[in-house]
């Protein structure tokens, strides 16, 4: 059967309701039963013309089929389910209302608040706004998170300090080297102006003597 819609709604005084897409339906299914470890009971009325099933349930898993339909494990706790073809059925989850549940803020965020209760709802102003809000979670969150920012400046500022430091070193250590280097060609030219030298001496030296050669002779 093809699902058509969902509703989520507080527990009173709130009479708050909101829909729920089948995907956050699932999620807070699998909470009760993955995480908290408690599954959710729930009333499944089935209908079929003039004939109604009726049965509370325990529902032991849920997930989303490969055909995009939810898909629920269960437990028949009383009643009974005679039919299997209805043309209208209807399932009510019980709540687990005051259990922690986390919700997402639109920063990418994570807050947790007490489940069943008002405002307690992804992307919810009272949690996720503190500055219009005077919930103290939220509050503590966003100061947790502007601590959390002020220690990622401060890390790259650092990191900025030491890339800084190694690229002086880096700039002292060519310096260093290029001056080293002008340092060996000078002392090369030198030796090589030395061997220039005492090679014109020596051409000198041998012209003379072929000159008082020629002259003895």
């Known amino acids: 059967m093809k699902h058509t819609s969902s509703t989520a709604w507080t527990d009173r005084p709130y009479h708050k ?52 339909n939810m898909v629920f494990g269960f437990k028949i706790l009383s009643g009974k389910i005679k039919q299997t073809n209805f043309s209208h059925l209807s399932l009510t989850i019980d709540s687990c209302a005051g259990c922690p549940i986390h919700i997402k803020c639109h920063d990418g965020s994570t807050l947790h608040c007490s489940g069943g209760t008002m405002n307690c709802y992804d992307y919810s102003p009272h949690y996720c706004d503190p500055i219009n809000s ?46 080293k280097a002008a340092k060996e060609e000078a002392e090369k030219e030198r030796w090589r102006a030395k061997k220039d030298i005492a090679a014109e001496k020596a051409a000198k030296k041998k012209a003379e003597k072929e000159r008082t050669r020629l002259k003895q002779h």
């Open 134 to 179: 005077d919930n103290k979670t939220a509050k503590e969150a966003a100061a947790e998170a502007a601590r959390m920012a002020m220690k990622r400046t401060e890390k790259r500022v650092k990191e900025a300090a030491a890339e800084m430091m190694a690229m002086k070193r880096t700039e002292k250590a060519a310096e260093k080297a290029t001056e």
């Open 17 to 68: 309701t909101i829909p729920i897409s089948e995907k956050n339906l699932i999620k807070v299914v699998q909470n009760m039963d993955n995480v908290e470890k408690n599954p959710p009971n729930a009333t499944l009325v089935g209908i079929n013309q003039d004939k109604v099933d009726e049965s509370i349930i325990e529902i032991m898993s849920a997930k989303i089929n490969k055909d995009n």
